[in-house]
């Protein structure tokens, strides 16, 4: 990265992008949650298999490109804690959505009844409260890490974002929350699979994870599809010229 006459370049053979279809990927994965949630609290018909269908996508989507970012050391050259903040998350959600894919498929003959699909998937899910939150702990450490040291800011060669450059504090709010809010969420998952595998439905813990993955999955989601004209005219500004 070096800044010439005309501004910003970029060496872009040493910074790997793709950040744009694993926001896209995980704010689909948190909203399909919330439907899959709303489905099943309303006792609506469950197709698994149509479930499994749309949550392996996003989890193939996500446990690739977070394989790939988490393995490769430094991933982006002038950003190597990219790795950490978007690799690892990525690749931990995308492996969970693909198990839960697997499952939907595998038991598919058994998750017909909407009176007892509830607590089938919600006891199936439990054991993996230790690991989920962990991963909400570590959420909000990544949130705090962006508030210390101002991650997450666009230089001013970025479209849209980048009129907010000469405030970092901005974006690292915006993105920090995120962060944090899918950190809430994941330390609210054993209390919400809990109740759900006991049969109980419409408590607060499971209203407030409702809200707080539809606001988050729209949040990733319209940022993520934002970030295809950012991240295009990021690279067209910052571009070494021939």
């Known amino acids: 990265m070096s800044t010439a006459a005309g501004g910003l370049v970029i060496d ?8 744009t279809i694993m926001a896209l990927a995980t704010g ?23 479930w499994a269908l749309n949550l392996g996508v996003l989890g193939f989507i996500l446990t690739l490109t977070g394989a790939h970012m988490t393995l490769t050391w ?4 002038y950003f190597p804690f990219d790795n950490i903040i978007f690799g690892e ?27 007892t699909v509830g607590r089938e998937l919600a006891a199936a899910a439990q054991p993996l409260s230790i690991f989920v939150t962990g991963l ?34 901005l974006e690292a709010i915006f993105i ?8 809430l969420t994941a330390l609210l998952y054993p209390f919400f699979v ?11 813990v499971q209203k407030v994870t409702g809200v707080l993955l539809v606001l988050d999955g729209l ?20 571009m070494p010229k021939p």
């Open 136 to 169: 909400g702990l570590s959420m909000i450490a990544i949130a705090c890490a962006g508030i210390a040291f101002q991650l997450f800011a666009a230089p001013p060669e970025e479209p849209i974002s980048g009129r907010f450059a000469q405030y970092p504090w």
């Open 28 to 50: 689909a994965a948190l909203l399909s949650l919330a439907a899959l949630g709303r489905t099943v609290a309303r006792k609506e018909p469950f197709h698994a298999e149509g």
């Open 219 to 238: 949040a990733f989601l319209l940022f993520g599809a934002l970030n295809y004209y950012t991240h295009i005219g990021l690279i067209i500004n910052t």
């Open 74 to 77: 430094p991933f982006a050259k």
């Open 194 to 204: 809990r109740q759900a595998s006991a049969g109980e439905s419409g408590g607060a």
């Open 89 to 115: 998350p990525s690749l931990a959600f995308g492996v969970i959505l693909l198990a839960a894919a697997f499952y939907a498929w595998k038991r598919a003959a058994a998750l017909r009844d909407p009176a």
């Open 176 to 183: 920090s929350g995120l962060y944090a809010t899918v950190g």
């Open 12 to 19: 872009w053979t040493q910074m790997t992008t793709y950040n």
